[in-house]
């Protein structure tokens, strides 16, 4: 398990490399985003088929990537040295998925190492960054390489691909309008002999968006079919317009205006770990705010399918009953569920069945001690459902969360 494989990463850092990173790691975490807006700039000056082939370029206009960068980078070294610290399993988890959805080798591990190593003698100056201290740091990073990149290889295995070999070209089949922003796309494999796989109910898939200007942009888009048979994939895309706050959705507005059916896309193949345990008769709760139904719809998908007999909750949280993408398909699989129940909250329009108008508060709710919750949605809106699950005594162990930006480092602030 990647628990224990964290864990016992703490026997890897020396006694006198600890009492460094102890002694040095506030002054990196005062200093570790601007460390690592240099570090991403010098790498992207250095490497520009990176930001043009890998790195998400509306992420790195917002500043997330980086600060995901930062927060795992001081998460995991102050883990190493406080053996009370908790272990960030889902955090690593999470990079693990993402980097193989993208495609991400061992090779490329270097490359950060030497930029990210350079950033720092830079930002916080070489009579601060002497030998002793480069040394405790270097191996922090490679200790946190090592894990990931051994996980890593074993998605790739399992997914029974070679490292980096986990994109496919696939076609689109079909396309349905849901709301006015959001559509449904339904792709298959080119080459009949290799089927798409079936895949764990919750997983996404990374989609490559060929823009005017020659890059190949990816997105990853949460998988909405049941995933029990290989086959099609189906995945729902949102179109996102710039704000104060955020650029416009490059790769999810080039999908919407572009593609129809007959449309060639280039996809990976699903990886993810919010997926619900099909093995497990356990209650499931599904809670969820706008666009993050998807992974949510995909597991119903896979629990209807299945006319499973779990005791299902269902709360989601939208606008109106226009802006709901999956209001009838959730109908419509919850109907072969003999132990479910919906609560749909409203921020405006009339009330009906299961259908509040107001807030939705998780505090207000109570859920079996051995239930396990998924959660998806804004970062606001996992803040929130978080602190309303603390108000419930809800088992951490017991919630899973997605995101479709890198601002884990948000939820534990």
């Known amino acids: 398990m990647l628990v224990n494989q964290i864990d016992g990463c703490r026997d890897q850092l020396s006694a006198e490399h600890a009492e460094v990173i102890k002694a040095?790691?506030?002054?990196?975490?005062?200093?570790?985003?601007?460390i690592t807006r240099l570090f991403y700039q010098t790498m992207f000056e250095k490497h520009p088929e990176l930001i043009k082939n890998v790195f998400n370029r509306g992420n790195q206009k917002q500043g997330a990537q980086q600060k995901a960068l930062a927060a795992s980078v001081a998460t995991f070294a102050s883990m190493l040295v406080n053996k009370d610290a908790p272990l960030p399993d889902q955090l690593l988890s999470r990079i693990g998925h993402k980097h193989v959805s993208l495609g991400v080798t061992e090779d490329q591990y270097q490359i950060v190492h030497d930029n990210l190593f350079y950033a720092i003698v830079q930002i916080l100056g070489a009579d601060v960054v002497t030998k002793d201290v480069a040394q405790a740091w270097n191996s922090v990073y490679w200790i946190m390489a090592r894990l990931l990149i051994n996980f890593e290889k074993d998605l790739y295995k399992g997914a029974k691909?070679?490292?980096?070999?986990?994109?496919?070209?696939?076609?689109?089949?079909?396309?349905?309008?849901?709301?006015?922003?959001?559509?449904?796309?339904?792709i298959e494999s080119k080459d009949g002999s290799q089927p798409l796989p079936a895949h764990?109910?919750?997983?996404?898939?990374?989609?490559r968006a060929q823009l005017p200007d020659g890059a190949g942009q990816l997105r990853q888009y949460s998988l909405i079919d049941s995933g029990k048979k290989a086959g099609g994939l189906s995945f729902a895309v949102k179109s996102l317009q710039a704000s104060e706050s955020a650029p416009a959705g490059e790769v999810s507005n080039w999908i919407l205006e572009n593609v129809q059916v007959g449309t060639d896309l280039e996809v990976s193949l699903p990886f993810g770990d919010l997926v619900l345990n099909t093995e497990s008769?356990?209650?499931?709760?599904?809670i969820s705010a706008g666009i993050g139904a998807t992974p949510m719809v995909g597991i119903l998908s896979r629990l209807s399918t299945d006319a499973s007999e779990r005791r299902v909750v269902i709360i989601h949280a939208d606008t109106s009953a226009n802006t709901d993408a999956f209001a009838a398909q959730r109908d419509h699989?919850?109907?072969?569920?003999?132990?479910?129940?919906?609560?749909?909250?409203?921020?405006?329009?009339?009330?009906?069945?299961?259908?509040?108008?107001?807030?939705?508060d998780v505090s207000k709710f109570s859920f079996p001690n051995d239930a396990e919750l998924y959660l998806c949605g804004s970062t606001t809106f996992l803040q929130e459902a978080r602190e309303g699950l603390k108000v419930n005594n809800v088992k951490s162990s017991s919630v899973h969360f997605e995101m479709f930006a890198p601002n884990d480092w948000l939820l534990d602030e």
């Not at 790691?25 to 005062?30: F, I, R």
């Open 24 to 34: 040095t790691l506030p002054l990196v975490g005062a200093n570790i985003e601007n």
């Open 281 to 286: 008769n356990a209650p499931v709760v599904l």
């Open 200 to 207: 764990l109910p919750g997983q996404y898939i990374s989609v």
């Open 161 to 186: 691909v070679e490292p980096g070999k986990v994109f496919r070209k696939t076609t689109v089949v079909e396309r349905e309008s849901l709301t006015n922003d959001v559509a449904r796309f339904t």
């Open 333 to 360: 699989l919850t109907a072969a569920l003999k132990n479910c129940e919906s609560h749909i909250f409203y921020k405006e329009g009339a009330p009906g069945k299961d259908v509040t108008i107001g807030q939705l």
